[in-house]
């Protein structure tokens, strides 16, 4: 397997353009940003609740 080039792309974009329809896209690029961010918060160990029981600690 090689890399993607542009004419993959564009196959896939379309792919996804008839499969989800012009109104469904941002609905689900909005979800995926969602995604990645909560996903890097986490790897990076700083999900809600320890942020919360740090600052509870903290103030003991």
Do not use: H, Q, W
Request: a positive charge; aromatic letters at 4%; proline letters at 3%.
């Amino acid at each position: 397997m090689g890399r993607l080039g542009m004419p993959e792309i564009l196959v896939i974009l379309v792919v996804v353009l008839l499969l989800f329809g012009g109104k469904k896209i941002p609905e689900l690029m909005k979800g995926l940003g969602t995604g990645i961010n909560e996903f890097k918060k986490a790897s990076k160990g700083e999900d809600d609740s320890n942020a919360t029981s740090k600052k509870e600690e903290e103030t003991k």
